[in-house]
């Protein structure tokens, strides 16, 4: 299966550039993975370029998560991360991302000197 980086996901999600957005959805017609990595930085990108709120990155990453063309690595993970993401708008979706991934990997607790992650269970504030 091909993968798909940043950019490819931006495109299918803000639509702002018709050609490239065509090529994105020709692109993962035929299935295509997605990285933790590359769904960490869409979400940096969407928030802090695109100037999204928690709520419609929240969408997006849901959108992603049920798209038929798209295999997200790990998705129960991803499926987790965005559950502690939507319930606590504050923090960043990768903040989320990393300690469920810690989770899944039997390394918790995950040290932490932001405040809002060190509230989630399996977070330890220094």
């Known amino acids: 299966m091909r993968a798909v980086d940043t950019n490819v996901l931006v495109r299918l999600i803000t639509r702002d550039d018709a050609r490239q957005a065509t090529a994105a959805e020709s692109f993962v017609a035929a299935g295509a ?3 933790h990595l590359v769904l960490a930085e869409t979400t940096w990108v969407l928030s802090a ?3 999204l709120s928690p709520a419609a ?3 997006a990453v849901e959108m ?3 798209h038929q063309h798209l295999t997200i690595q790990d ?8 559950e502690h993401y939507r319930d606590n708008a504050r923090l960043g979706f990768s903040d ?20 809002q992650l060190a ?6 504030r220094l």
């Open 33 to 35: 993975w997605v990285g």
């Open 64 to 66: 992603l998560l049920n």
């Open 96 to 115: 989320c991302l990393v300690l469920e991934i810690a989770r899944k990997a039997g390394h918790l607790p995950i040290g932490t000197f932001d405040r």
């Open 75 to 82: 998705a129960a993970i991803v499926a987790a991360a965005l």
């Open 49 to 51: 370029v695109y100037d």
């Open 57 to 59: 990155i929240a969408m």
């Open 119 to 124: 509230r989630l269970a399996g977070a330890q």
